[in-house]
């Protein structure tokens, strides 16, 4: 290992980060978007830098206030209700007879809890939905209801560490689909080029202002992608 490669490991780390990831092992992991924010992460690092409180969480409830309290250092808060209420522990049900398999559900689940193909039945896994409602308001059909577990029983730390695994799965498969069809439509412009430099129907002159035509829409469609990529910051849409 040389110098610089030690200067890197030995950079301490940001304390609100660490703090996020306490707050964060905390969070129910639904990433049901209640509390306002895109997921439990964002929400965390919300509480860490002080700009959100400790009482938005619904699924967490006032078990989950306790923890963050405790944590905190800070005395409890009741939950705040403009972000919703405590409920027993729902799943998602469709009603297959309805559903025209639009897909809509599949592309909201945040921990991939639905199966199924376009333009066929899709069936929800209940044993890891984690009942966040995402997949409700989407459905063009109204065929998704929430359906209390029974018998009832508690979201647990075992449940969370599941929907978490879930969910950084999911999110790394879109950003790798993401990128592999940039990667695939990066390709066409070069192709578009190829194409023009082939062309004998073509005068030089005209040849060249095609492809600075080419160019150019290459160029603004990657500075569209640049600020598309930019960080948008955690509040939910
Ligand atoms: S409200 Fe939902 S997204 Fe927000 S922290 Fe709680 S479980 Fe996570
Ligand atoms: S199936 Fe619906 S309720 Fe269940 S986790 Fe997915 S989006 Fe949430
Ligand atoms: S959104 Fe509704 S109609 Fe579309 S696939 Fe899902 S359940 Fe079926």
Not at 56 to 71: D, E, H, Q, V, Y
Not at 172 to 190: F, G, H, S
């Amino acid at each position: 290992m040389n110098a610089a490669d030690r200067t890197v490991l030995a950079t301490p780390l940001d304390p609100l980060d660490l703090l996020a990831d306490r707050i964060d092992a905390l969070l129910p992991q639904t990433q049901c978007r209640k509390c306002g924010f895109a997921g439990c992460r964002p929400y965390a690092e919300a509480i860490a830098t002080g700009s959100a409180q400790i009482n938005r969480c619904p699924p967490g409830g006032t078990p989950g206030i306790a923890k963050l309290a405790s944590l905190l250092g800070r005395a409890p808060l009741t939950l705040d209700l403009t972000h919703g209420t405590e409920q027993a522990l729902r799943v998602a049900r469709i009603d297959e007879a309805l559903c025209i398999g639009c897909t809509l559900c599949i592309e909201s689940c945040p921990v991939d809890a639905i199966i199924g193909a376009t333009k066929r039945m899709h069936t929800v896994l209940p044993q890891v939905c984690t009942g966040c409602d995402l997949c409700v308001a989407p459905c063009p059909m109204d065929c998704i209801a929430m359906i209390e577990v029974h018998p009832p029983r508690a979201w647990s730390s075992d449940d969370a560490a599941v929907a978490r695994a879930r969910f950084h799965r999911r999110t790394v498969r879109l950003a790798q689909d993401k990128l592999d069809n940039e990667e695939r439509l990066a390709t066409k412009p070069v192709a578009k080029l190829r194409e023009l430099d082939g062309r004998d129907d073509l005068t030089l002159e005209q040849s060249d202002q095609k492809k600075a035509v080419v160019q150019a829409a290459m160029e603004r469609a990657r500075a569209r992608r640049a600020t598309v990529a930019a960080p948008s910051g955690g509040a939910a849409p």
